[in-house]
């Protein structure tokens, strides 16, 4: 199975599209829509921490790598005046992105389905490229990040939010989100990452494990959903990951929280800058 079937294969978009739009009639606020499209581990509070770094380096033209049902791109569009364009592999993802925008009532940006090994777009177009649980998913690190730097402007920046491989990889534990299989998981340490940025034309100016943080709102997470299940009616179905994950997201949760523990993976978040 490839990262399109993992993502495609158990999508309920249609269900998922109809739900929100019977609870949600003058259109869900990006807080309703966070069970399902802030999918990262950290969820939406994650995602305002890269905005608080948009707000300080003020990119004109952005680019989400791995947008998948578009959390982030909405959240920027609804804040910010800049730019901004999103691509993934999942054809299924970029469709399930433009709709939920149209019922969100935020103005709409492109969506493209693509390899991020192989941009779609001239050299220098971009002031600003992120990454949120993305690179997890792509087979080669160095030539994304080579690409990233082709089309990232002298001097541009690249914020990263990603799950990196821990200190003890072998104690993996699957399925997780981005992964049902490790041929589908491409993690990789953070002082390789380093490595390669430096390689590929990048400057790190800062970065800040979140590790601890991440398995704290992970083991919060699944008290919600524990309670969640409890309270649920059949005839008020719960808007849940699962309808964009499958029933394997039972599994995902728990196994996130003991790939934590055990450091197996870790989450960190860095900010470079494109050398000239």
Known sequence: MDI?????????????????HQRYPEGPTLYQLAPIDQLHIGGIKASEK???????????????IGSGAGGLMRMISSRSSAEI???DITHRFNAL???????ARIPASPVITCDAQQLPFAN???????FQHSLLNIPDTARCLQECRRVLNNEGSLLLHEV??????????????????ADQSHLISYTALYELLQASGFRLKRAENWSEDALQWRQRQAA????NEKE?????PQISPSQILGEDFNKMGPNVIANLTEGAVEVWQLSCIAKG
């Open 232 to 236: 649920k009616k059949p005839e008020a």
């Open 85 to 87: 364009i999103g691509i």
């Open 224 to 227: 919600k959903e524990k309670e």
């Open 164 to 181: 990196l491989e821990g200190p003890a990889p072998q104690r993996m534990h699957y399925p997780v989100p981005w992964a049902r299989t």
């Open 4 to 20: 399109d079937q993992h993502y495609s294969d158990h999508m309920e978009e249609t269900t998922l599209l109809d739900q929100l």
């Open 50 to 64: 890269l905005l608080q770094q948009l707000e300080l380096i003020q990119p004109g033209r952005i680019l989400e």
């Open 97 to 103: 992105n433009s709709a939920i925008t149209q019922l």
């Open 124 to 130: 220098n177009s971009f002031d600003c490229i992120i």
